[in-house]
């Protein structure tokens, strides 16, 4: 294809300025071509690269030119499943390739750039190959079936299962951070009407994305706003505050609130410092709000009521007062708002997905089974069998079919 669209031989991995052209010779454009013979390519496979002025009508006419050439458009991810498929990289670090993309946060683009250069892969493999020191052991005394465990090979199964849970939980602990700043948490504000709900989101958010107002009832649906507070992405819902009306708009806006607060990872239930104490409309809102759900208490108008910012630790609750038209306490409500949805500062977070958190859990519960089998060696293999297959599903050493389907079909067009 190269030859015919440029008339030319490239040389291999060399950039050739040079034009693109129609069948009959007309130029269609001019601009770069790269090629890269297989297997020195991203794919693995022999690949053109065209780089043009980019204009809509004359892209199109070069694709157009390339598709008469015998090309055709890429499928979804097909780019890099088929750099997987020829083993360029694993399916952790294909994943990633994709989530480099779509980073919202500084903090998330550096993670998935650990991931795709293999760090995450690298942290799996190391389990694994300690998994396989351990089978290689345990199967051997398999085949010695009248010959008892002697109390130092139990004694070295158990303080290596003991090492291998210790990495994995480590393994773990960053997979959730990094599925933290994939996936963004969901906060959801709620309070009673006029606390200052709209004003709160506006002073996170640094900009007027809800209208603020005296009159009670005045946000009517859920708003919502994507933000990042320490380099961690968060979806920040303002919902319509809660209380009895008959105002048919304003139900639907308190049902959307619901379930909003049923799928919450952190609830912030705002009160108003400038009332005395908590009133009925408070007492019926606390009343509503998911038992197992994590919440803070922030007090606002601090400004009207003179009382002091900071952080109140109250029967395991924390409280935090605060003003959102000064300002005053934000430092300390993004603090613990961090800290509520389980971040913290680590070096090393590695870009996870839900199900590499669903195979870490897998194998690590297969760990835990088979430490308490260690005088059955038949038991015993077969759960560290299984710990092994939960994390090679993570880099793809076992993977089905359909699942590889339904990761590339996520990717953008192409890459």
């Not at 291999?12 to 040079?18: E, K």
């Not at 939980?169 to 009673?192: D, H, M, T, W, Y």
């Not at 630790?313 to 038209?325: D, F, I, R």
């Amino acid at each position: 294809m190269a030859t015919l669209l440029t008339r030319r031989q490239l040389t291999p991995r060399f950039a050739t300025y040079t034009s693109f052209l129609a069948a009959d010779g007309t130029v269609l454009d001019q601009g770069i071509a790269l090629f890269f013979p297989a297997p020195h390519s991203y794919t693995g496979e022999e690949v053109l690269e065209l780089q043009g002025h980019g204009g809509p009508a004359v892209l199109q006419s070069v694709l157009e030119r390339c598709l008469e050439l015998g090309a055709r458009l890429a499928q979804p991810g097909e780019f890099t499943q088929r750099a997987f498929l020829n083993d360029k990289m694993d399916l952790a670090q294909a994943e990633s390739v994709a989530d480099l993309i779509d980073a919202t946060t500084e903090q998330a683009a550096r993670s998935a750039m650990r991931s795709l250069q293999g760090e995450f892969s690298a942290a799996i493999n190391g389990v694994v190959g300690q998994l396989i020191d351990l089978r290689m052991l345990v199967e051997a005394t398999l085949d010695f079936p009248d010959e008892e465990i002697a109390d130092a090979d139990r004694q070295f199964c158990a303080s290596k299962l003991s090492q291998l849970m210790s990495d994995l939980a480590r393994i773990e602990e960053l997979a959730k951070l990094g599925s933290i700043l994939r996936e963004g948490a969901q906060v959801v504000l709620v309070g009673a009407p006029n606390a200052g709900k709209s004003s709160l989101l506006n002073r996170l958010a640094g900009e007027e994305v809800a209208l603020v107002s005296e009159i009670p009832g005045t946000t009517r649906d859920a708003i919502r706003q994507a933000l990042q507070v320490g380099g961690v992405p968060l979806h920040l819902i303002d919902t319509a505050g809660l209380r009895e009306t008959d105002d048919v708009v304003e139900k639907m806006g308190i049902a959307r609130t619901q379930l909003a607060l049923s799928r919450a990872d952190v609830v912030l239930v705002l009160l108003d410092e400038s009332h005395q104490r908590t009133d009925s409309q408070d007492k019926a809102i606390l009343s509503h709000l998911p038992a197992k759900v994590p919440r803070l208490y922030l007090h606002n108008k601090i400004d009207l009521s003179g009382h002091g910012q900071g952080i109140d630790v109250q029967n395991g609750e924390t409280h935090v007062y605060l003003s959102a038209k000064t300002g005053a306490g934000m430092d300390a409500l993004q603090e613990k708002l961090l800290e509520a949805i389980g971040w913290h500062q680590e070096t090393g977070v590695f870009m996870a997905r839900a199900r590499h958190l669903e195979a870490l859990s897998a194998a690590k519960k297969r760990l835990v089974a088979a430490s308490q089998q260690l005088g059955h060696p038949e038991l015993l293999a077969e759960e560290l069998r299984h710990a092994q297959k939960s994390l090679n599903s993570i880099t793809g050493e076992f993977t089905a079919d359909d699942l590889l389907g339904e990761i590339f079909s996520r990717f953008c067009i192409g890459k």
